[in-house]
């Protein structure tokens, strides 16, 4: 009687058993939805890849799809219009230059080739690119140009790893993606039916397995966020809860950055972006050096830069066209490794990538081009290869850092406790900001990097108000020697000055050093530097008892400057055609060391600290009988004051040899262009003329070099002459 309740009991278990198994595997099927989608058959089963758990710089080159014929471009450009059509038509852009052209190992190409699909992956892999980034283009409910990218999913080439960005402007006959009358494709984005069709579209390319992501998602760049405007938060919150339905862990939308605006767009607020890109030139112009302090306004904020830029294949007739005319390899790859150390100092979380976004492959329409040219063969592939193995000699992440700062902190606490060797005054302006070429910051850095470790340094701004990131640049820094003094004012304490204004405020701190810079009390020896400074590691040496005696009053550096190369007497007794060749000889010593009567600078002078003191503060009148015992240090022991050639150089700019002293130096390229086209009349600093002056600016020669650019000869033995005039007018006027 007992068995059959048991019996029944079985039964039940056995169905119930049954029931949860196929339910189980109903769920399982259901939600799997790679089963769903139909990839091509070259493509592998999706799935999530492990997040990273270490820091990388990651670059990325967009690759433009504008070089083959199809449909649209016959129907709105012409018969067979690709943009070959536009770069053959220009051969000179307004500054005299040729614009730059394929190599023939590459020619004309078509981009929709097997042969030139894959020679591009194997072009970025070999100069350093981790992936690509193809220009998207989809308007109101379909894609246009698309061909290459849905190639690539069927034969796997460019094997690269890839992202897609969505240029979602309107084309127009302008090539400026501007809304108007010249529109000859709108952009529309409509509602949630037409979004889905979109992102239906960019599935199969999601769920690639070379597919980039970050932090387990789908990484995709929306270029042009303004114009998407407030449709864009419900539409990318939309894609979000599609990527993880469609089981790809999520997605990032990347918003480019247009402009320098700290607070980015007005849709920005309320919805953050989840990541922000760079993109040259919509970020900081045209001008390389300025770039790279371009700040950070979201949590996951990848760089950017440009190659080169020049549209005048795209606007012959118009006159809108524009150019960087100093673009060279060269400069380019020290521009990168400022670009790698400022993305090392300041790094996405931990767990996201540092994507590195580079425009581009192949923007020949824009002269804008890493592949091999004409003009600079294959310069910038190899640019990008040095700048790379350079950052990885010079610059470390935090995770280093802050292991090699718990070390040094231990060092810190002994060297604080001791008297200085040297208390460094560093007179900071606008000049010495992160947006310029000679920052405050790697002057800092330069100190740092001392062999000899016991001294003192207190930034002194100048009270022009505009050195805007001097702060961050001293939390950066993590150095309890180094401190910032506000100067006081002629009223407070007991500043006095007898000097030069340019000396005035660092007068007020040296009189009462001891109230305003206690870790400079008693130290041995006094340096006045300019922000921009940089000194050699053993340049401290000099101050070491080993090395010189104790009663030195002055010791004396090595120093290559401004005024060193102008006058340094190989340059001086030069030929026209020969001066730039010279200059980029890496064996000519651009040094020089100040003796008595020689021009004396602050910046290459140990001053004895305690004998300033006694004697009294007018540094102004240096060398004075004062200050009898001069001591040289070795020629080793160098600062570079006044951005001298071989900083220039390494700051990714150029260097100007003009027979006009002012004109001669480092020299950015939007203000190099500005000052020649805006020069004015004047005396011996402007030289008389009116107009413009890029006409006499030899601009083949920096095409071919890179470093240095100069004037034509004409214009050079007509300069040389108004100097020589005008020095003697000088000398004649008393």
């Known amino acids: 009687m007992l068995l059959y309740p048991n019996r029944f009991a079985q039964k039940v278990a056995i169905l119930i058993f049954i029931l949860t198994c196929t339910s189980l595997w109903y769920l399982r099927d259901t939600s799997n939805t790679f089963t769903q989608e139909v990839l091509p058959a070259t493509v592998a089963a999706h799935h999530i890849p492990k997040v990273s758990r270490h820091y990388s710089i990651k670059p990325l080159a967009y690759i433009f799809p504008q070089y083959y014929i199809f449909e649209d471009n016959n129907r709105l450009h012409g018969e067979n219009f690709t943009e070959w059509v536009n770069v053959r038509q220009v051969t000179h852009n307004q500054f005299g230059q040729e614009t730059i052209r394929p190599h023939d190992s590459i020619g004309y190409y078509n981009g929709l080739e097997f042969a030139t699909r894959k020679r591009h ?3 970025l892999r070999n100069n350093g690119f981790y992936g690509a980034v193809f220009h998207h283009y989809w308007f109101d409910g379909r894609p246009v140009m698309e061909h290459i990218i849905e190639a690539m999913l069927k034969d796997g080439e460019p094997d690269i790893p890839f992202m897609l960005s969505w240029a979602n402007e309107p084309w127009s006959k302008r090539w400026d993606g501007s809304d108007g009358k010249d529109v000859l494709i709108a952009q529309k984005y409509r509602l949630q039916e037409a979004w889905r069709k979109h992102f239906n579209w960019l599935l199969p390319f999601f769920k690639h397995p070379k597919y ?29 809860q599609w990527a993880i339905e469609e089981g790809l862990g999520g997605i ?3 918003e480019t950055r247009w402009g320098q605006d700290p607070h980015g767009l007005p849709q920005w607020d309320g919805h953050p972006p989840d990541a922000i890109n760079e993109f040259q030139p919509h970020v900081a112009g045209l001008d390389h050096a300025k770039f790279s302090a371009t700040k950070r306004i979201s949590r996951v904020y990848h760089r950017g830069t440009m190659v080169c830029w020049d549209t005048s294949p795209r606007h012959k007739t118009d006159g809108r066209a524009t150019a960087q005319p100093m673009c060279h390899p060269k400069t380019w790859k020290w521009h990168l490794v400022e670009m790698f150390r400022t ?31 004409v003009q600079f063969g294959f310069g910038y592939g190899n640019a990008m290869k040095e700048a790379i193995a350079i950052s990885e000699k010079e610059h470390v992440w935090p995770d ?21 060797d040297v208390c460094v005054l560093v007179q900071a302006s606008s000049k010495n900001a992160g947006d310029q070429p000679f920052k405050l910051s790697a002057m800092l850095r330069s100190l740092q990097a001392q062999k000899i470790q016991n001294w003192r340094a207190a930034v002194v701004p100048k009270q022009d108000g505009k050195l805007w990131d001097l702060d961050s640049i001293l939390i950066q820094a993590l150095d309890p020697r180094i401190t910032r003094i506000d100067a006081p004012k002629k ?32 130290a041995r020896y006094l340096l006045v530097a300019d922000g921009g400074d940089l000194y050699e590691p053993t340049a401290f040496d000099a101050v070491s008892g080993d090395q010189v005696g104790p009663k030195a009053d002055l010791i004396r550096l090595a120093i290559e400057s401004k005024h060193t190369v102008f006058n340094h007497p190989r340059l001086q007794n030069s030929s026209w055609d020969s001066r730039c060749s010279l200059l980029e000889n890496e064996t000519l010593d651009l040094s020089a060391v100040s003796h008595p ?3 004396f600078s602050l910046s290459a002078t140990f001053i004895s600290l305690p004998r300033l003191l006694s004697t009294g503060l007018d540094i102004s ?29 390494k700051s990714g700019n150029f260097w100007f040899d003009s027979p006009n002293y002012e004109e001669t130096g480092c020299w950015t390229a939007s203000d190099f262009v500005e000052k020649m086209e805006k020069r004015d009349k004047g005396n011996i600093g402007k030289l008389k003329s009116e107009g413009k002056r890029l006409g006499e600016v030899d601009f083949g020669y920096q095409r071919q070099k890179g470093v240095c650019v100069r004037y034509k000869q004409e214009a050079y033995l007509k300069a040389r002459a108004e100097v020589e005039k005008q020095k003697l007018e000088l000398k004649k006027d008393g």
């Not at 004062?626 to 071989?646: I, W």
Request: proline residues 7%.
């Open 491 to 522: 009223t407070d304490l007991n500043a006095t000055s007898n000097g030069p204004n340019e000396y005035e405020a660092i007068y007020r701190v040296i009189s009462n050093l001891t109230e305003l810079v206690p870790s400079c009390a008693g």
């Open 621 to 649: 009148s240096f060398p004075t009988t004062s200050f009898q015992s001069f001591t040289q240090a070795s020629s080793t022991a160098k600062v570079y004051h006044d951005h001298p050639y071989s900083l220039c150089v």
């Open 252 to 254: 990032d939308i990347i």
């Open 212 to 240: 980039i992501r970050s932090e387990g998602k789908v990484q995709f760049v929306v270029y042009h966020p303004s114009h998407v405007g407030n449709i864009g938060a419900p539409m990318y919150a939309a894609w979000r």
């Open 597 to 599: 009567p020689a021009p």
């Open 343 to 373: 993305i090392k100092a300041d790094p996405n979380p931990i767990n996201a990538e540092n994507f590195f976004f580079v425009n581009a492959l192949n923007e020949w329409g824009e002269g804008n081009s890493l592949e091999p040219s």
């Open 400 to 420: 280093k850092t802050t292991e090699i700062s718990l070390d040094r902190d231990i060092q810190m606490q002994r060297v604080m406790n001791q008297t200085a």
């Open 121 to 123: 992956g194997a072009f």
